[in-house]
């Protein structure tokens, strides 16, 4: 009886979230703020999908200091990884990835690509960026403030490369046209610009939520989390939007959108206000 998988036989929302800057704080990465509402939303059959710059192992370590055991999208949307056993059948597309107990599906190029790609250009570009491979684990320590098993953990991509601009935006408008010419999709993040190929994080959310809905006939509605330039593809792909407001920069410029909220509060704070207003919630029920 015990080895019997109970699966649910439809799910109303999925969540689709970003991390830094969102569920977590910009500043400290804590989340504690949204640990009872993640409870709660699990107790209601509402998936939380993380769909993060973060890569996969900070994801996996992420997922278990949580207890969160639904699919996630990595690296700006480069690639969706699905637990081996989420869905009775794997979904077309999805093969298997280099940890046993994971699926994939890639969107794009590799890592090393697009460091060559920098490489390429960098002359071009004196003393303007710096890659994450050049900065090494204690650059990586020094610009984010992770600790150093966390940054190294950052520094295991897989798809893309981020970069610590240091130029002009000026300059910065001629590297991204440089890059765009590879081929290369330029993201802004809170705090680097993420080298990517032509994914995005909305590409990554229709397609998982293509592969939920395939399973049953009842509409899902699709919430999208986020407080960054990266997160537009993604707050524009879903039903509902709710942008996070940061504490370093303003609200991204997004499309109006009939459904779109923004918090008052920041981070972990903004995320459990805005979801607690989008699902009708008691507010006093999820702060025990």
Same mark, same amino acid.
């Given at each position: 009886m015990?080895?019997?998988? #109970?699966?649910?036989?439809h @799910?109303?929302?999925?969540?689709?979230?970003d991390?830094?800057?969102?569920?977590?704080?910009h500043?400290? =990465?804590?989340?504690a703020?949204?640990?009872?509402?993640?409870?709660?939303?699990e107790?209601?059959n509402?998936?939380?999908? !993380?769909?993060?710059?973060?890569t996969?192992?900070?994801?996996l370590?992420?997922?278990?200091?949580? /207890? &969160?055991?639904?699919?996630?999208i990595v690296? &700006?949307? /480069?690639? #969706?990884y699905?637990?081996?056993?989420?869905?009775?059948?794997?979904?077309a597309?999805?093969?298997?990835?280099?940890?046993?107990?994971?699926l994939?599906?890639?969107?794009c190029?590799?890592?090393?690509?697009?460091?060559?790609?920098?490489?390429?250009?960098?002359?071009d !570009?004196?003393?303007? !960026?710096?890659?994450?491979?050049?900065l090494?684990?204690?650059?990586?320590?020094k610009?984010?403030?992770l600790p150093?098993?966390r940054?190294?953990? /950052?520094n295991?991509?897989?798809?893309?490369?981020?970069?610590? @601009?240091?130029g002009?935006?000026?300059?910065?408008?001629?590297f991204?046209?440089?890059m765009?010419?590879?081929? /290369?999709?330029?993201?802004?993040?809170?705090? !680097?610009?993420?080298? #990517?190929?032509?994914?995005?994080k909305g590409?990554?959310?229709?397609?998982? =939520?293509?592969? =939920?809905?395939?399973?049953?006939?009842?509409?899902?509605?699709?919430?999208?989390?986020?407080?960054?330039?990266?997160?537009?593809?993604?707050?524009?792909?879903?039903d #509902?939007a709710?942008?996070?407001?940061?504490?370093?920069?303003?609200?991204?410029?997004?499309r109006?959108?009939?459904?779109?909220?923004?918090?008052?509060? =920041?981070?972990?704070?903004?995320?459990?206000?805005?979801?607690?207003?989008i699902? &009708?919630?008691?507010?006093?029920?999820?702060?025990?």
């Open positions: 015990n080895n019997i998988k #109970i699966r649910p036989k @799910w109303e929302t999925l969540i689709f979230t991390l830094d800057g969102s569920l977590l704080d500043f400290d =990465y804590q989340v703020p949204a640990d009872s509402l993640m409870k709660t939303l107790t209601m509402i998936p939380v999908i !993380f769909c993060t710059s973060k996969f192992s900070e994801v370590q992420l997922r278990t200091q949580l /207890a &969160n055991k639904h699919p996630f690296e &700006n949307g /480069a690639a #969706i699905l637990p081996a056993d989420y869905f009775d059948q794997p979904p597309g999805f093969l298997k990835s280099h940890h046993p107990d994971y994939v599906h890639a969107f190029e590799d890592r090393a690509h697009w460091i060559a790609q920098l490489e390429q250009i960098k002359a !570009f004196p003393d303007q !960026f710096i890659s994450f491979t050049e090494g684990t204690k650059g990586i320590m610009a984010t403030g150093e098993e940054a190294q953990l /950052a295991q991509r897989q798809f893309s490369e981020p970069v610590k @601009w240091l002009s935006d000026a300059q910065k408008k001629t991204i046209e440089s765009n010419q590879f081929g /290369a999709n330029i993201e802004q993040g809170g705090r !680097f610009l993420h080298v #990517i190929g032509r994914c995005s590409r990554a959310l229709h397609y998982l =939520y293509n592969q =939920y809905q395939a399973l049953q006939s009842i509409a899902i509605t699709t919430i999208a989390i986020g407080d960054s330039h990266n997160d537009i593809a993604m707050l524009e792909a879903a #509902i709710l942008l996070i407001r940061s504490p370093v920069h303003p609200f991204p410029t997004i109006d959108l009939p459904t779109l909220f923004k918090s008052q509060h =920041y981070g972990p704070h903004g995320w459990v206000e805005g979801l607690q207003k699902l &009708n919630l008691d507010q006093d029920n999820n702060q025990k």
